[in-house]
């Protein structure tokens, strides 16, 4: 897909995202959101490429909504005094039908590049 193709989707996604949720709308926000994702939720894809073409995400977060926080075991945490600070990957989050259903980009904190990226359904 040319960069210039790409451009043009991304401007039509943005303008899809301040339509009212209309059903032929919607389709075409998945549509276009797929054909983007073949290229941009590539693992390795700079995070800046994505904000460039899809815009803010709706949401930006440590934790998907469908994904359960670590607990942590009760106890003092003891640091050996050799680690380092971990810097945990985020999310960028695009909506597509409200809050349930979204694509979602796991970005690498320290690289600013994509880990993985996939849809998310509620059933």
Not at 80 to 108: A, E, L
Request: hydrophobic share 30%; aromatic share 10%.
């Amino acid at each position: 897909m040319a960069d210039g193709n790409l451009h043009q989707l991304g401007e039509e996604y943005q303008q899809l995202r301040q339509t009212p949720n209309q059903k032929d709308k919607q389709e075409r926000k998945y549509q276009v959101m797929n054909t983007i994702v073949e290229q941009l939720g590539l693992p390795g894809t700079p995070a800046a490429d994505i904000l460039s073409t899809l815009g803010k995400p709706d949401e930006m977060t440590p934790l998907l909504q469908h994904e359960v926080a670590p607990t942590m075991m009760p106890g003092p945490v003891i640091d050996d005094g050799h680690s380092t600070t971990i810097r945990p990957p985020y999310y960028f989050v695009y909506y597509c039908q409200g809050k349930q259903d979204y694509y979602y980009f796991k970005i690498d904190s320290v690289k600013e590049t994509v880990i993985t990226s996939d849809w998310h359904h509620e059933k």
